[in-house]
């Protein structure tokens, strides 16, 4: 199933099924039995119908959502070889060390409130009927680097303007990882038919804007007082990429 495609249901079964495995990022299949409003040999058939249509992946009695948002890409850099693919539920605990450790240093106000929605939901992807996010990851061997994310409202008006953030741990940093993680996502976001990514920023946060400024994003409006950091109220940068 792809990320824009708006999940549509055959039968209340089905639905119960994907929605609490999108809300839980994972669920067991003897979970799933028990939620299910129906018997076992009609469960199987819903399940087997979720999976055949692309929205559910199972392993080993694990059942995830079975989102196509790419491919594994290996890139060599000065930090080593880093792995970019698309983030999983595995991800979870390293993607909110990696956002804290940004977060720890620099003011980047959206990338906190994406670390506690994570924690909140407990799920790294989401994928429903008002709100669809996705991240891809920056891996050296089992460890999650760095990421960037994609949040892809469902609503008809905006469906076409995705808000993305992007940030590397600071001992990786300089190594073309961050370039490389906002190109993945700028490059998936344009093959999906977005029009135009955003991302927000305090205009304290010097380093963020200069990195975006060099990728060719612009300055859309500034929003005066908008954050209170501190003892002082610092005005909200809003910047753009348009394909």
């Known amino acids: 199933m792809r990320a824009t495609e708006r999940p549509t249901f055959e039968s209340e079964a089905s639905k119960v099924i994907y929605e609490y495995v999108e809300r839980h990022g994972t669920a067991k299949r003897n979970v799933l039995l028990d939620v299910a409003p129906v018997p076992s040999d009609e469960f199987r058939t819903e399940l087997d119908r979720l999976k055949s249509r692309g929205y559910l992946e199972e392993d080993g009695g694990t059942l995830q959502l079975a989102l196509d948002v790419g491919t594994i890409e290996e890139h060599d ?59 891809f990851v920056a891996t050296l061997g089992e460890e999650v680097v760095g990421w960037t994310h994609l949040d892809l409202p469902q609503v008809s008006r905006i469906r076409e303007t995705a808000q993305q953030t992007v940030g590397v741990k600071e001992d990786y940093r300089g190594a073309g990882i961050g370039s490389l993680l906002l190109r993945r996502g700028l490059d998936w976001a344009e093959a999906n038919g977005f029009r135009k990514v955003y991302n927000s920023v305090p205009m304290t946060n010097d380093r963020a804007l200069e990195f975006l400024g060099d990728h060719d994003w612009e300055t859309e409006a500034i929003r005066r007082d908008h954050y209170t950091i501190g003892d002082e109220h610092v005005d909200e940068v809003m910047m753009a990429y348009r394909f």
């Open 77 to 135: 850099t000065d930090a080593g070889i880093v792995t970019i693919r698309p983030g999983r539920q595995r991800d979870f605990e390293g993607l909110i060390d990696a956002i804290r450790d940004v977060t720890s240093e620099e003011t980047y106000v959206v990338a906190e409130t994406i670390a506690e929605q994570l924690l909140y939901d407990e799920a790294v992807t989401r994928h429903n009927r008002v709100e669809s996010r996705v991240f």
